[in-house]
Nanobody
Framework: VQLQAFGGGLVQPGGSLRLSCAAS????????IGWFRQGPGKERDFVAA????????YYANSMKGRFSISRDSSKNMVYLQMNSLKPEDTAVYFC???????????????????WGQGTLVTVSS
C-alpha cells in the first residue's frame, strides 16, 4: 500500500497549481482521502478531504473557494487544485488515506493510516 503525492513547485502569488496523489496496492475509492500541509516550523494542518467513493468534501476555512479536491477513479488518483495561491500557502503538502468517514474524523490527521511522502509548494515572487 503506497501513496505518492506530486505536482508541487514554485508559483507566483495569485497563481495556480494542481497536486496529484497516486495510489498503488489499494483502490482509492474505498478510502476517504485527505490533503494536509506542513509549513516551516508548523504543525501538520488539514487542507481538504473527500469521503470514500466521491462523497462529501470538506475544506479548511482559508481554502474554501480557492482549493478543490477531486478524484479520478479510472486512474486511481486524487487531485488538489489550488488557485489564488498566497505566500502563506507555502508548505509541504501530503495526501493521506483512511477507511474512516465523517467530517470530524477525515479532517483530522490522527485518523489517517496511509501517507504519501509530501510535495513542496512554494508561493513566492
Amino acid at each position: 500500500v503506497q501513496l505518492q503525492a506530486f505536482g508541487g513547485g514554485l508559483v507566483q502569488p495569485g497563481g495556480s497549481l494542481r497536486l496529484s496523489c497516486a495510489a498503488s496496492g489499494f483502490t482509492l475509492d474505498d478510502y476517504a482521502i485527505g490533503w494536509f500541509r506542513q509549513g516551516p516550523g508548523k504543525e501538520r494542518d488539514f487542507v481538504a478531504a473527500m469521503e470514500a467513493s466521491g462523497g462529501y468534501t470538506y475544506y479548511a476555512n482559508s481554502m474554501k473557494g480557492r482549493f478543490s479536491i477531486s478524484r479520478d477513479s479510472s486512474k486511481n488518483m486524487v487531485y488538489l487544485q489550488m488557485n489564488s495561491l498566497k505566500p502563506e500557502d507555502t508548505a509541504v503538502y501530503f495526501c493521506a488515506a483512511t477507511k474512516l468517514g465523517g467530517e470530524l474524523l477525515v479532517t483530522s490527521a490522527r485518523y489517517y493510516d496511509y501517507w504519501g511522502q509530501g510535495t513542496l509548494v512554494t508561493v513566492s515572487s
